[in-house]
């Protein structure tokens, strides 16, 4: 016990002789242990964004997506291949009560981008064509003056409702309601603006605006096809009753014998859910093991310098080997040394790490988004077991090179 503490000593005292490089020597651990931390938390409230985000749309809903599953993967809409299986008649056929009769209301979905017109007053945003359902299936609230009847969606009206960043931003604080604005080269009457809805799933929803789905499709985009439909369902508990219904009704209406021969993929919002996070999961993982590398690139330096060391210190353990000082001392000696600054590197690294972890939660929850602050007790066990299996591994080989130097040969070194 008394030849370890001695060998901790000694390498303790040879650290603080050469401050400067010892502290440069850990910065490179320092900085890897701080980006796999910084990565996995970050990682984790992106994550948690997204999630609380979805969740907040409402958890009694079924998505409906068109293009089937791709095997082992999301559906092919969800990395933005366009697919136009999906259609206003089947968003109808939804709606029937003989066909879901746990649905209490559908929307369908368009949207596009284009500039938005006021006077000399102009803005980019998204238009969105929905159907006139849309405030119950999302349970948005009207502030001012109304939403869309279906008649006047059926009746392709050129009727908007807009977020409340487009009243402000194109009407001055005046009241919009009764005015008329263009979207593209269309112009449309105001009937309503929205309540303020902030940032849902990463887009401003309040600098959008609202028509019929059906005007959407022939004025603004030229197409018969829908990009998405939502069915809200009376209650969690008939989700699972009310998507297969839903499934049942599609295939009735496209005609399909065949499971594996779906054009729609029907998910609950808890499926949905669970999906993002696997996708989140594996991106976030994914990063942490490259920013991993830096602990590589660190040990790397850690075993350069610890042979630097060893050779500006042969004659010293020469001397030291010839007034008794076994191979197990000299290998203690130069491993401890490599370990220490490693676990001080580690341990800074947690710090850092951490800090600024807690500093992008803080900010992302200040700028209004929902943001969980998320420092993994787990990434930050490992990653400090890491460090030092760092400094056992790459410390190792300079450590035994130090211990297995012939004294005479040392003592005779310049």
């Given amino acids: 016990m008394y030849g370890f503490a001695q060998s901790l000593r000694l390498a303790t005292r040879a650290l603080r002789a050469n401050k400067s490089r010892a502290f440069l020597t850990s910065l490179g651990i320092t900085i890897g242990i701080a980006s796999v931390i910084m990565v996995v938390s970050i990682g984790s409230g992106a994550q948690s964004l997204i999630i609380n985000q979805v969740k907040g ?40 009560p003989a066909n879901v009769p746990n649905a209490v209301a559908v929307t369908a979905y368009v949207k596009g981008s284009s500039i938005f017109t006021n006077g000399s007053d ?40 807009i977020g409340s960043q487009i009243a402000e ?70 989700i699972e009753r009310a998507q297969d219904d839903v499934i049942a009704t599609l295939r009735s209406q496209h005609g399909i014998r065949v499971v594996a021969d779906d054009d729609f993929t029907a998910e609950s919002m808890d499926t949905a859910i669970e999906m993002l996070s696997a996708i989140t999961n594996v991106l976030k993982f994914f990063l942490a093991a490259i920013a991993a590398v830096s602990l590589l690139i660190g040990g790397i330096g850690i075993m350069n310098i610890m042979f630097i060391s060893v050779t500006e ?3 010293e353990i020469g001397l030291r080997k010839a007034v008794g000082a076994g191979k197990r001392r000299i290998l203690e000696q130069f491993l401890f040394e490599s370990v220490v600054v490693t676990l001080v590197g580690g341990f800074a690294g947690i710090v850092v790490g951490s800090l600024i972890s807690v500093l992008v939660a803080l900010a992302a ?33 300079p450590a035994k090179k130090a211990a297995n130097l012939n004294p005479i040969d040392a003592l005779r070194h310049e």
Wanted: one cysteine or more; proline letters at 3%; charged letters at 25%.
């Fill in 57 to 96: 749309v409402g958890s009694n809903l079924i998505g409906i997506l068109p293009g089937g599953r791709m095997e082992d993967g999301p559906p092919a809409a969800v990395l933005g291949i366009t697919i136009t299986t999906l259609t206003l008649e089947d968003a109808e056929a939804l709606s029937d």
């Fill in 122 to 161: 102009t803005m980019d945003g998204f238009f969105n064509g929905v159907s006139s359902s849309y405030p119950e299936v999302e349970d948005v609230v009207v502030a001012d003056g109304r939403f869309f009847t279906e008649s006047e969606a059926n009746s392709l009206d050129r009727i908007v409702v």
């Fill in 169 to 238: 931003e194109l009407f001055n604080g005046m009241d919009p309601i009764g005015e008329d604005m263009r979207i593209g080269r269309e112009s449309f009457q105001i009937i309503g603006v929205l309540e303020e809805r902030g940032t849902v799933a990463f887009q401003n929803r309040d600098d959008q605006v609202f028509v019929p789905v059906n005007v959407a499709q022939k004025l603004l985009l030229g197409i018969d096809y829908v990009s998405l439909i939502r069915v809200k369902v009376d209650s969690d508990e008939n």
């Fill in 313 to 315: 210190r042969t004659r």
């Fill in 365 to 397: 929850q200040k700028m209004g988004y929902d943001w969980d602050l998320v420092v993994s007790v787990q990434a930050t066990f490992w990653a400090f077991c890491v460090s030092c299996i760092v400094g056992i591994v790459f410390g190792y080989y």
